[in-house]
Nanobody, 130 residues
Framework: QVNLAESGGASVQSGGSLRLSCVAS????????MGWFRQVPGADREAVAG???????SYADSVKGRFTISRDGGTNTLYLQMNSLKPEDTAIYYC????????????????????????WGTGTAVTISS
């Protein structure tokens, strides 16, 4: 059974930083894919960043250079370090997982189109004020 629990969401001013965490159970980082998605009410869920089982990463163009995805296999925790935050980063952020040795790009694309293919947390809210 896979369980994902996000934390770290908060309200910060534009230009600030946040670090989101996701504690995962039922997932083996060296075998499986992990990622972050976000959703604004009324809009589709979008991929933010992903990390494949081999440690390779992929980012949405909108967050490249500002966000960093990482993981700690010892604590089975996934992180998203978010710097230089902008009001358009405001969203509910979801941790996601998919079993298997998927590339980060293909996993993000697959989970965006077929969310039932993966596992999801309940989300953590990020609000950026200008």
């Amino acid at each position: 059974q896979v369980n994902l629990a996000e934390s770290g969401g908060a309200s910060v001013q534009s230009g600030g930083s946040l670090r989101l965490s996701c504690v995962a159970s039922g997932i083996i980082f060296s075998n499986d894919f992990m990622g972050w998605f976000r959703q604004v009410p009324g809009a589709d869920r979008e991929a933010v960043a992903g990390i494949a089982n081999d440690g390779s990463t992929s980012y949405a163009d909108s967050v490249k250079g500002r966000f960093t995805i990482s993981r700690d296999g010892g604590t089975n925790t996934l992180y998203l370090q978010m710097n230089s935050l902008k009001p358009e980063d405001t969203a509910i952020y979801y941790c996601a997982a998919a079993k298997g040795a998927l590339t980060a790009v293909s996993a993000l694309r697959t989970l965006t189109e077929y969310p039932d293919f993966g596992y999801w947390g309940t989300g953590t809210a990020v609000t950026i004020s200008s």
